[in-house]
């Protein structure tokens, strides 16, 4: 329950000199922001991160995480805990179902939220012709194994009705092959001046909305034959296709279920609907059976089959109000979060997780938190493999817990101790930054992280810099108007400490930490020009600005690297 470090992804942050000046982050961050859209995007609504995985349990490689807000995803590498990449992802406007990765990281998934126009990027539609004209995305991003990136190439898309898709899982184990995206707004609804009702109202009429089960296995095959379209830059199989194909089937899922999760063993699919009081669980090797066997009870107005719920459902268990996500623990426990009551529930999985049938879906104990929680997180807890004592329950409120600190409270992790005969909360923390969603919890020695680069890495390739710079070829080169600087820095000194260049100069620095000591990290900042980097032991960092103020600036390390790191500065001279 402390706090190590905070990784940007979606944003600029200034400790780490991520987007201001410095190339990788710049790289990254305008590379996510697709110029026809809008001004380069600087922040996203950051919910699901997803480690990768190997065999279904965590290898510590990389960390992939959605924007809500810009349907986009992020990826971390763990070598240096910096992020590589930002995709802004085609024919998805905002994204909710996701991340998850696939039990062996060929893919991570990302789903729309709210339905989008399919089409043209801009097109305009009239909101009264969004059930004809809008539609959801199921996002499978292949990932290259090297280097954790996706590759828009070897991906492919899954048109989607335009019902509101919420956090989606993988199946793993017995339910490998499998993808679940539960969704709510079966009705359709859109806005109050549409529907004679506001949305919160109109959405949530039917008693029973679906859960998504896709067959990705089965994607794969109808994207190996072909039977795709290119839909801006992606192959995306159509609505009917999936149906005529037999990738996507609905099963009934109670009143505007919020998340799905899958339990360790794959055998067993929850959904929590936050308008009811009950988990409702689903086997998987029903769902195989349903589907082989046609066993509906309907379609969708789009023609998508629903399974027959009383075939598919194995558990009902009454938690409380607004259950919304659940983990899982090795004695085939299941534990849910309750956002309207402010709790966690204790309730246990069937038989194949190990529970006997007398004592199978039965609702165990219960804890209060404060207040109102969204996730929880225990170590591994959507692997096939969920270990530890511990959950956190990452709450939305924190009312009465601390200090008033202004009228924006910080949100509030509980720490709960399930080894008793009661789950115990054994402490608070305070979350001061922004509102948890999920989080990921990972055994320490899973991750093997660099303590620092081999001198001259560039962060963007994890290897060597062709800016490279060894102590004694420091130099500055002109090339018509770009003065190109060689820089190293070092305990506690930047050579060269004189840069002089001509007022509409373009200036390129490349500067080296020549340092392989750890944590002998400097800062790069330069006064009234937006610059500042983090140069970490080892890496190369690249700054390009343009000189358009002339003056004397002096520029230091943000970084208090030494006895003498006030006296680390330097001299830009920007002549007239
Ligand atoms: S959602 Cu359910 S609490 Cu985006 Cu995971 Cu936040
Ligand atoms: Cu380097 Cu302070």
Known sequence: MGLLKTIPVFSPDPWSGYGYGADAGEVVLDGGSDPAKTEPLRWGDSHHPALSETGGKYDGRFIYINDRANGRIGMVDLRDFKTKQILDIPNLQTSHGGVFATPDTDYVHISSHTGAPLGAPDAFVELEDFAESFRGISTFLAVDQETGKCDLSESFQIELPPYTQDLADAGKLASDGFAFIPCFNTELATASTVDGAPLETSASKNDYDFLHVIDWRKAEEVVEAGKTEMVNGVRMIRLQTAIDEGILHFVPAPRSPHGVCVSPDGNYIVVSGKLDPTTSTYDIELIKRAIEEKTYQGTDVYG??????????????????????????????AYTCMFIESSVA????????????SEAFK???KVSVHYNPGHLVNVGGDTTEPDGKYLVSMNKWSIDRYQTVGTLHPQNFQLIDLTGEKMRVLKDMPIGFGEPHYAQMVKADTIKAWETYPVGTDPLTMGPSEYATEPGNERIERDGDTVHVYMTAMRSHFTPDVIRVKKGDNVSLHITNIESTKDATHGFAIPGHNVQASIDPGEVVNIDFAANRSGDYAYYCTEFCSALHMEMQGWLLVEP
Do not use: M, R, S, Y
């Open 346 to 357: 204790k309730w246990t999985l069937g038989p194949k997780a190990g529970v006997p049938e």
């Open 304 to 333: 998508v089959p629903i399974l027959d719920l009383d075939a598919v459902l194995v558990g009902l268990v009454e938690v409380g109000a607004g259950p919304l996500h659940t983990q899982f623990d090795a004695e085939g426990n």
């Open 363 to 365: 609702f165990v104990d």
